[in-house]
């Protein structure tokens, strides 16, 4: 299952540096950590990108909200698993949050 979520992210990786959209911001959630927890189109432990886009859509503070709860961790928006926080600066975690709300 493991190999199937590297193969498919390494595909997507591939599909975005060849356009180069957001390709820097994939690479840094996968630096971070963030792809062992989440997909861009299905749930894994996390809920999926999409998802997390489509719940923050309009929203006018989605980008400071998101990059707060990457920063700083939180629970009860997906279910009862809670994410931990993560170790990004202010600016990682609003890059993260932008690319995340870009899907």
Same mark, same amino acid.
């Given at each position: /299952?493991? $190999?199937?979520?590297?193969?498919?992210?390494? !595909?997507?990786?591939?599909?975005? +540096? @060849?356009?180069?959209?957001?390709?820097? =911001?994939?690479?840094? *959630?996968?630096?971070?950590?963030?792809? !062992?927890?989440? *997909?861009?189109?299905?749930?894994?432990? !996390?809920?999926?990108?999409?998802?997390? =886009? *489509?719940?923050?859509?309009?929203? @006018?503070? +989605? &980008? @400071?909200?998101? +990059?707060?709860?990457?920063? #700083?961790?939180? $629970? !009860?928006?997906?279910?009862? &698993?809670? /994410?931990?926080?993560?170790?990004? $600066?202010?600016?990682?975690?609003?890059?993260? *949050? #932008?690319?995340?709300?870009?899907?």
């Amino acid at each position: /299952m493991k $190999s199937l979520r590297v193969s498919i992210f390494t !595909g997507v990786l591939t599909a975005l +540096a @060849a356009t180069g959209v957001w390709a820097d =911001a994939a690479k840094l *959630a996968q630096e971070k950590g963030c792809l !062992g927890c989440h *997909a861009v189109d299905k749930k894994v432990v !996390g809920p999926a990108y999409k998802d997390v =886009a *489509a719940k923050y859509k309009g929203q @006018a503070d +989605a &980008v @400071a909200t998101l +990059a707060k709860r990457i920063k #700083e961790g939180g $629970s !009860g928006n997906w279910g009862s &698993v809670p /994410m931990p926080p993560n170790a990004v $600066s202010e600016d990682e975690a609003k890059t993260l *949050a #932008e690319w995340v709300l870009s899907h």
